[in-house]
């Protein structure tokens, strides 16, 4: 394996990743392109595993309201049913006659008083469907106390509002190169006091068994005070880089990532956030060169950030 | 006592945790083992000592519904009196004739009033009714804002989602021994720039009267980038420790707890949080190893974290 | 002035405290007994110099509810005029006849509306009262929607529960003398990593003319890693104190304030908070002693906290 | 231009502002007055690039509450148009007669079915009705969860109530001369801990070409324990100062701004905030004093801040 030669002995291994450094977990990534990390939890109860709540926050909208529609047809069922098993003639005001009239009538009966529309023209009789009835205006409520606290939940969850270039790259710099990748910030709000750290995660052979090392790559800038514009972030591959004298190949051999975090306080959240996405060596561009993306607007006003050119470069020879 | 020949006078007592040194207030317990200090507080109000709004938010959820629901039972038979005594010719709609269906419909009308449900086939009539009803609908209202506040704080008040192994244990370490124990988050959260603090509280004789006294425990690795796995604390028994020289013996012998703390940044809750745990003399088992608790998984695209081995250790002689 | 010639001249001031040095702003304290600034807006639009919700969430509790109950019956009541002036001949179900019980039913058909019960047996006719019926519907849900956010606002505001002792006192210390006060949290909450900070702040006259001057003092101890029992802030009065050589008429005789800052960590809110109080002179004590204020249980099992006997003292001579 | 010789070559640039060195991205602003970054993003969906619930907090109150207006007409006049065409033959209880009449009746039971009214003396008879009755009733009240998070969104916001002078001065200090600039907290409100910088941003000539350059400037006091006054800022124009030897006309020549921001503890929210504000050459005058903005109240029992005074200087000569 030619990589294994040339991985720079001189770099400094760093210990305190949290991630393990017994390469027999290793999973094939350590953190994900989204930035989570690679691993599953067992041997646990399901539930205990998972924050319901926080999956009602983070799985996408349409799913969202699925879920919600879902929940209010079928709870309405199960209480149209209990109705229609009680029998509708405890409630006043169903004229129907067949089975599955009598059964379409409990159930907006059931939803106008979940929803404690209650518009009275079928109201409940008898002692057990107004006991019925109870319990559901009440667990109708709850419901809506609860999916009040999901839509702020999801309203106001802090994130990042950050994107990261697809590649990163190795670029010539101040004489030398340096890996270098981009981020920015997509959504109308202030970021400032931002920090990144570049931790590279591979799993090599050592002394014959396989292991995974980390090493924090040192940045030439770590924080800026506003992140306003595209930022990017250069580890200049000096002698004391874990990258020292690798080629393309050696790149393109090395089995593991570049994972990359972010912190930074959010205006809009007054919230510290953070992000993470990772590079696998697959994702790194040898010989490139990222491409401008702010410009000034034409009449001169506004500078002019293109999101879309975050992960534009050109190829150039190192 | 042979314990108190055996605490290692090299080591450097520690005067800030914010116990009390004073064995008068010793009570058998620093901390519980779910994290909280020993101490009751007396010679307060009841009403002013706990704070009813985190009571609500910390039960367990079937003691949270069985709140909700005898509130609502309870408010509503308060109600359903105050309408029956006011007598139920004032409501119109009721057909009732004895005297305990009455009640009861007074007791549903009030249930459609509370809830604002109101179908309205019961209707209040004179002055007196209408008012009480006004009150109530009003009372409704406002128990449902409560109520949704309730649920919002519950499901988002930041909490760690840390396990702590059930016993800390006396290691090989290096050529030595250390003290270790194990912890692990379980949930689906990225847990990121975690910190550790150890501190052993111990109960003794010295001068011939018995004092508390508290020792940091210095860890090999105080800080970690990412939990993502789990993480095993580890105290080097060197010199400068204050268990030092412990034999098995003197271990069981000593009164007092080993006391960790955890910091963590949850970027679920974009929020700080910490727990604590402590380890009675009792629970720490001399001469084990921890087994480890990661694998690959089966398609090896994910590293296993096996929460139920958190506490598995073998035996070893030291 | 006795003691213009006793402040000691080698204590350095300090210029960072925020509070101005310009005498001719001093108001007779610098910060109230419950820790706000001592200071009144003015010249800026009284909505604008207060934040009303931050004031409803800090008003005492029956205030808020009166608050609520007022605006309940005066929104209804404007509400039941307009009914009443558009007639209530437009309002089906009305059955009275005199015009006070034609505005009380007016009165109890808004509230129905505001309140969304709508029994029904009064409803909306022409277009008028139907137009005001919406209106008054969608005003009554924002206002539950206001409503639930400000019960939410008022139970997770996060506060430091940490009651200050009454008095400072001056007691002897290692031989010397220092300045003391305790504090203590006071509900079933657990405080980490507290930091203290105090600042004297005098009133004195220099050069011949009245100035501020203000001075930090230094503690014993500045930082606890838990707050679970009391705490007694220790200011030795060392040779670089600005107390030093002061006697007990010096001390009545200063015009100025003991100012305490505390910041602390809640995992109850998973927040920082902070809390400040203030000392006059009057209220430093001179030559006393605090008395303990925790002991053990009955039943040896947990450390008991004695709020009520925080600013407990006996005298002595220094 | 005079401008170039003059910029003080001993002041060190500052690399890590986030601002963007590359002069064509000099939009004549790098900070708005109210402290946004002059940034706008293209190349990115629109709905991507603003956050819609941010912005329902921000917009001006009459603008949020027109919003929700108009979107309760809206909603009501698209499900009336369902109903209606539907046929009001399947809503019993509407008599108009008229094409007009009927749809306004339509028009008032959607809105009773919306807000959950539900008066019933229109009701739903068909299963058509029933079933888009069903559906906007959940619609309403999921519209009334989403209305309450955002109300509670806007009132518990952490935002920074300090407001700044106009203009920054340059003024007499100690012997030389300092840029000066005040600002003010306004709200009832404790803020502690409070930490400013100034950064300035420059756009100039250099080597020929134009570009930015960002300088930060040192400041005579960076934090102040508790901002319950006016802070006047204060860079001192020292020899390492960029703004060294600079006239009025050379200050006016420059373009660029001068960037302040702020960062504070609000105990209010329990949260740190941050307030920036931007200052052009255009509004720093040359040679002025500001006039004290704090005064005794005539009961001398507290400090007057005079808000109104905050930009109040008078012209002096340097």
Redesign the interface.
Known sequence: MAFRKKINAKAKAD??????T?A??????FVTKS??????????DFL????W???MLTIPRWKFFFI??AF?FLV?FAFASIYYMIGVEHL?GINAVKAIDKF?QSF?FS???Y??????????TG?LT??V??IE??F???S??????????R?????A?IIFSENAIIAPFQGGTALMLRLS??????L?D?EA?I?MGIHLEEDGKMVNKFYTLDLE?E???????S?TLVHPITESSPLYQMNEADIKNTIGEIIV?IKV?D????????K?SSYTFDEVVYGAKFL?M????QD??????????LNLFEKVSL
Chains 1, 2, 3, 4 share one sequence.
């Not at 809506?144 to 939940?153: K, N, P, R, W």
Request: no cysteine.
């Open positions: 210990k305190n990743t949290g991630f393990g017994n027999s977990s290793y999973g094939g990534r930035g989570n990390a690679n691993v599953r939890k067992t041997g646990i205990d595993s998972i924050s709540y926080h999956t919600i529609f209010y309405n006043n379409g907006f939803i106008q008083t929803t404690t529309v209650g518009y009275g023209h079928i109201s409940p002692f107004s006991f009835a109870s205006a009440l109708g409520l709850l809506f106390a609860i999916a009040t606290g999901l839509f702020y939940g309203f106001s969850k802090p994130k509002h910030p997509y959504k109308n709000t202030n400032t931002a750290r931790t800038l924080k800026v005070s506003s992140l306003t514009l930022w975090f306080f205006d809009m959240y007054s919230s510290t956030v953070v993470r401008p702010f410009t000034r607007s001169n006003d506004k500078t002019l950030l293109h999101i879309d050119r």
